[in-house]
């Protein structure tokens, strides 16, 4: 444990570092309170005794200036005997803990100093717990974060083993909807937040037979009124989840063949009243469109 001693009298430091040496501690001592408040803001210590009365830089102003900087290292104030209580007040609210009167009494120095330093030493021990507490949530809570990153990624192939073209395509729509959103403004968190729910726009074709959704032709509108509905299926497959990425893949399913103008389904929204979520992963999914190649047209 680290003590600083501070006194512009020689003699009185000289007698803080025996009764300190006595017990074992280090002490740092100096005679100009300046110095001293420099070193105590610069490096680690556990306890600082300082003088009321010194030149430049008294006892009280010099709590205060540490106490803007550290409010948990324990200070204790010398003072002349039968000082005026109204120092010791003032000491008090400008932040130290304890007093001793000079002639400093050996035994009450030891008992005074050593009950702070335990009570400083626990506190820390207690700080350093809760920081390796934080730590271990943090960790698991990463972990936790990075599972379900897995299990998103997982659950967005589905639709591939319905139609292998998929896998590709669901990958580019994730990245080019990242890569829009970004250029729309929209913060880190919502970024990630469509890179993993976009993915799930078309997971509502698991519900739609293999003739309609592998035909190599054009479907006629009795084929194309039942491909539609993927879009439904895919909320309701999605909408009750608690995972605020698979909710974000429900509001997708069911708003990425919305159009701007109203004349996208299913529910012939237009403008804002369509998702934020849709509208980006709709340019993102068109545009994939329209540079692949598909069974009923080239890229």
Not at 267 to 287: C, H, N, P, Q, W
């Amino acid at each position: 444990m680290k003590i600083v001693s501070i006194d512009d009298n020689e003699n009185n430091l000289m007698l803080i570092e025996a009764l300190c040496l006595d017990v074992g501690l280090e002490v740092k001592s100096f005679l100009d309170p300046l110095d001293g408040l420099m070193y105590c803001l610069q490096n680690p210590v556990d306890m600082i005794i300082i003088d009321y009365m010194m030149p430049n830089l008294n006892g009280l102003e010099f709590i205060k200036e540490y106490r803007n900087a550290n409010s948990e290292v324990p200070i204790i104030m010398v003072t002349a005997a039968g000082s005026d209580e109204d120092i010791h007040a003032q000491a008090f609210e400008a932040g130290a803990n304890d007093f001793l009167s000079k002639p400093i009494n050996a035994t009450l120095f030891k008992a005074r100093v050593f009950n702070l330093l335990n009570l400083y030493e626990k506190k820390m021990l207690l700080k350093d717990r809760a920081k390796h507490l934080e730590s271990e949530v943090k960790a698991a809570t990463q972990e936790l974060i990075e599972r379900e990153y897995e299990t998103l990624q997982l659950l967005g192939k589905v639709s591939e083993y319905k139609d292998p073209e998929t896998a590709s395509h669901i990958s580019r729509v994730a990245h080019y909807s990242k890569m829009l959103a970004r250029g729309c403004g929209l913060d880190e968190k919502e970024q990630e937040l469509i890179f993993y729910a976009s993915p799930f726009h078309d997971i509502g074709k698991v519900g739609i037979p293999d003739a309609i959704l592998l035909k190599p032709g054009k479907l006629d509108e009795e084929e194309f009124a039942i491909m539609k509905t993927h879009t439904t299926i895919g909320y309701e497959m999605l909408k009750d989840s608690k995972s605020k990425f698979l909710q974000c893949g429900a509001k997708i399913a069911i708003s990425h063949h919305e159009k701007y103008d109203g004349s996208g389904y299913p529910k012939g929204l237009s403008k804002d009243e369509i998702s934020i979520y849709g509208r980006i992963t709709a340019v993102a999914d068109v545009f994939d469109a329209l540079t692949s190649t598909r069974p009923y047209k080239k890229a």
